[in-house]
């Protein structure tokens, strides 16, 4: 019986031992994209001073560095060499919303696609210049949701799920990749009228190639809400690290 | 009468898809128009000398039919990992910067414009630290519906060091933090390491961690990236790159087991005979036993108990006695 036993723990040992599942770090520098430096003494002509022209009697020292008299110039980053170009695309220029109609949510959306090589990576804020204000009637606004929590502001996330839950707000959703900030509940757009500093909407801390998130809008009215049309713009600011 | 009626039907019938051809390709919906962006380069450093000019030519792409403008924007650094935060003020050293183009249009969305860059710096001007974003943004686009106007903007950063390049400047910084747990069973060990600069002037990063093996003297050297630690600002520094989420600074043992002891070096710049920055961190030092044999030797110590326990009930059981 205390064998069978022995053995019985010595099995579950074995199990345990090989079915731990090691916790993994990335390791995921790639070679591709990393260039120590040389000396190529060769050079591009895009760099020009008043006292040297680098076009004429100077060069590049190493890749991206050029030096002279004057200055010293480093394009790009020292330590990763990428030919992958810094793109932004926002799908679309505007959202109408149409006619809005009592208790019907409407929603639309944005799709932003972001291309970096940045060694550090990007990142994209958004912000809009006040709430939905009405055209005829200015300072009347669609005001931005509180949620169905009230927890909602441009900086907390929360539940909006309920058609009497009135306002306007947005989420995201990842399309390519893993860059969106939040992916559930809804977040108001932080006001610039109201001094709230522009949030991130989208970031990756490396290089990305056609990171692409979707913006959903959502609109709602409730039966007090003045009649006309109502707009606010909204900025979307894409930055390189440095 | 019949015979004049069908030839009115299909010039009606013309006159219609007309219409309807006119009225589709002037009320298309804005919603249709994306707004792209490109600029090259990415990221620019310069170390320039007072009453010097710089020039650079930008390679910038967008799309037809929306205006963009391109103007420079004073930034501060944001966080500790490289990301900015342009400003809305226009401090005075923005006036030194021209664009050969301020307005762009693009006649076909692929077309690349390049624009020119000048940079004059005046020769009365505090050497310090002076940076600012390339911006190109995109111009709204007007309508009278209910909804949002979009716009956008892609940011470059510049960073423009002013000092005489031939003497150049110590740098003053810190480092503000190095450290690791002090119990490591999994590979890599990250280490936290965060450098402040306190004074006027960017350095870089350039430098490396020496890890020491307590028990065999060995000595490793994990190299750190040379990042950009710019004035009055933290950095945090890592030696790798294009990690999916969050990049760290990691070191892989070759050893199953050992104490080590690990120092932060920082010179910079790296390359010169001319010193203008060394820092070293006070050591630390911290254990590493790798994952599995951690678990044998619990498994081991498992057994060990167990027969213990068992051989004790087996002492002590009624029949024996």
Known sequence: ?242 | MKRYKTPSIIFAIFMLTIACYIFMATNNPIKAEQINFQIDPMLLQIEIKPGSQFNYEYKVSGSKNIEYIIQPKAFIPKDKIGNLKSLNETPDFLDWIDYSKTEIYFNNDKEIISVQMKINVPIEVELKDYYFVTSVSSKEIENNQTGNILSGEIQSPVLLTIEDISKPSARNGKISSFNTNFFNSQKPINFDLVLENTGDLLFKSSGYIEIQNLITKQITKENLLPQNVLAHSSRQIFNTTQTDKYPYLTWYPETLFGIFKAEAKIKYPSTSTVNLLELNSVPIYFIYIDFYLLILILTLFFFLVTIIIFKNRRSYSPLQR
């Open chain 1, 1 to 242: 019986m205390q064998k069978k036993v022995l053995i019985f723990i010595l099995l579950l040992a074995f199990i345990f031992i090989f079915s731990f599942k090691r916790a993994k770090a990335f390791e995921a520098q790639s070679e591709n994209f990393r260039l120590d430096w040389g000396n190529l003494n060769d050079f591009a002509g895009q760099k020009s001073s008043d006292n040297y022209s680098l076009v004429d009697t100077g060069g590049q020292i190493a890749p991206g560095l050029y030096e002279s008299d004057g200055f010293k110039a480093m394009i790009g980053f020292e330590y990763l060499y990428s030919i992958i170009p810094f793109t932004f695309t926002i799908s679309n220029s505007a959202i109408d919303f149409g006619t809005l109609s009592i208790d019907t949510p409407k929603t639309d959306t944005t799709n932003l696609i972001v291309t970096s090589g940045a060694a550090h990576g990007y990142q994209v804020t958004a912000s809009e210049n006040n709430q939905l204000d009405n055209l005829a009637y200015p300072g009347t606004y669609i005001e931005d949701t509180r949620g169905d929590n009230l927890d909602i502001t441009y900086l907390n996330n929360g539940d909006w799920n309920i058609n009497t839950t009135y306002g306007f707000g947005y989420t995201l959703a990842n399309i390519t990749g893993t860059d969106a900030e939040f992916t559930s509940g809804y977040k108001q757009f932080s006001d610039e009228s109201n001094s709230e500093p522009e949030q991130i909407v989208m970031n990756n801390i490396g290089i990305t190639q056609g990171s692409e998130v979707q913006v959903t809008y959502k609109i709602n009215i409730g039966a007090t809400q003045e009649s006309g049309t109502y707009q606010n713009r909204i900025k979307y600011i894409c930055t390189g690290t440095f």
